[in-house]
């Protein structure tokens, strides 16, 4: 089955730096999704991507937070200036979305963010 | 009110039960429902998808989904040690997809 790869698996940072998560989608699919779960909680919808630019974001979704495309392929999630609160692993997942049989959304094996 | 509602559990039942998990979301004009498996530490994975009132059934699963009491349920038949995980229900309103809280399923021997 295709997969969804996400890099790096685990990312440890300092209060205030910028983190950048990478993921690679599956090369046909047409919908991008970035999640979060923090432990012992709820998966989190913080964005949709499609066509190149934002669908919907969430609340958690502000201004710290950016996503693009930089080069066709690759799915980047930016955290501009970290929080304690930030920590948390991050879900990449993807959908073609062509037509209902194409629903399903694949997710990445997530990041695991550790702010200090 | 939340936008996806599960029961957090945890539901205990034995081998070879019939497991029942429910969910109940509060748009109504969501279109796609699903439900997801989880483990501890992993990634969600897709079980069932619905689109339409009734039932469908995929195996040992069977997903229920009635639209006017905005209600989507999943059975588990036959249920085995391999099904304890956390199920998540979910819910596509145009592009967005939300995600339940989830139930944790804990099938004891």
């Known amino acids: ?116 | 009110q939340k936008e996806v509602e599960q029961n957090s559990g945890p539901l205990s039942v034995p081998e070879g039960a019939i497991a029942s998990l429910n969910c109940t979301y509060s748009d109504r004009v969501s279109q796609s429902f699903f439900w997801y498996r989880q483990y501890s530490g992993k990634s969600p994975e897709l079980i069932m998808s619905i689109y339409s009132n009734g039932d469908k059934e995929d195996g040992r699963f069977t997903a229920q989904l009635n639209k006017a009491s905005q209600y989507v349920s999943l059975l588990i038949r036959d249920s085995q040690p391999s099904d304890s995980a956390t199920y998540l229900c979910a819910v596509r309103r145009a592009s967005k997809i939300i995600f339940g809280s989830g139930t944790r399923l804990s099938i004891r021997p």
Not at chain 1, 35 to 58: A, D, P, W
Request: glycine share 6%; aromatic share 12%.
């Open chain 1, 1 to 116: 089955e295709p997969e969804v790869t996400q890099t790096p698996s685990h990312q440890v940072t300092q209060m205030g730096q910028e983190v950048i998560l990478r993921c690679v989608p599956i090369s046909n699919h047409l919908y991008f999704y970035w999640y979060r779960q923090i432990l012992g909680q709820k998966v989190e919808f913080l964005v949709s991507f499609y066509n190149n630019e934002i669908s919907e974001k969430s609340e958690i979704f502000d201004d710290q937070f950016s996503v693009e495309r930089p080069d066709g392929s690759n799915f980047t999630l930016k955290i501009r200036s970290t929080k304690l609160e930030d920590s948390a692993m991050y879900f990449c997942a993807t959908r073609q979305g062509r037509n209902l049989s194409n629903e399903k959304l694949f997710f990445g094996s997530g990041t695991q963010l550790s702010v200090l």
